[in-house]
């Protein structure tokens, strides 16, 4: 059997993390750990994580660092993770969350952290022709804020650790998949 794959896709909201992560799944047959997609779900369950989660993610602001580590401790605890490999879309997006990456996966080391680079005038406008429920225009603002103030510094975070490439996200997603799968390519 070859050997799992394991990457993270990076990107600012919007930038097309989600849409891009089905057909990474396609091709290499790896696990999707969004942990947008997780919270969702259970704000659908209405569990006790969902229920606390709602308000946070309406506004647009970052669910706690010790709960995301936790969930995704777990998830990559499962099978599927270590046995086809994974794609971790929306974590680490602290740089908490990247240290506690680095326990979680022990000798499990990442091929890649690949960037989906999109500017934010059109990730603005992707995201008001999505209309997700998160998708207000108070919503997306204070996302794009924190995605500068907390999020940028995991991209030098894993530049410095010579993990990150960068992809144009802009242009059709055919054209898109392309770049990734040919970044994806060079890093294994
Ligand atoms: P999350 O679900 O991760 O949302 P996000 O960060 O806002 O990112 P998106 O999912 O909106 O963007 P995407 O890059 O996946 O784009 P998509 O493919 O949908 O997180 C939601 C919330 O959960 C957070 O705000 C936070 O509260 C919480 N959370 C999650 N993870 C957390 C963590 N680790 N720590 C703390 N809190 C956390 O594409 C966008 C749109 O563009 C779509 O409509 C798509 O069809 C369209 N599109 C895609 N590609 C193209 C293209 N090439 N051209 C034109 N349109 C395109
Ligand atoms: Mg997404």
Redo the contacts with the bound molecule.
């Keep these: 059997m070859s050997n799992p794959i394991r990457l993270v896709i990076f ?1 600012r ?7 891009q992560c089905v057909r990474l799944v396609e091709r290499f047959g790896l696990a999707h750990i ?4 997780m ?1 969702r779900a259970a704000v659908a369950a209405e569990t006790e994580l969902g229920l606390r989660a709602k308000a ?2 309406d506004a ?4 706690g660092d010790e709960i ?1 580590n936790g969930i995704v401790r777990e998830r990559l605890a499962e099978d599927d993770a270590n046995t086809a490999g994974f794609v971790l ?6 740089s908490a ?1 990247a240290e506690a990456l680095v326990q979680i996966l022990g000798d499990r080391t990442l091929h890649g952290a690949v960037n989906l680079d999109v500017p934010i005038a059109e990730v603005t406008e ?2 008001m ?2 209309g997700r429920e ?1 998708d207000t225009p108070e919503a997306i603002a204070r ?1 794009l804020e924190l995605y500068e103030s907390e999020t940028r510094p995991v991209l030098d975070w894993f530049d410095a650790r010579d993990l990150l490439v960068t992809v144009d996200g802009l ?3 055919a054209e ?1 998949t392309e770049r990734l799968f040919a970044a994806v390519d060079a890093r294994l």
């Design positions: 990107g909201q919007g930038a097309g993390k989600g849409t969004s942990t947008g997609d919270l946070v993610m647009g602001n970052l669910v995301m879309d929306g974590f680490p997006r602290t969350q992707r995201m022709a999505r998160d996302r242009g059709t997603e898109i």
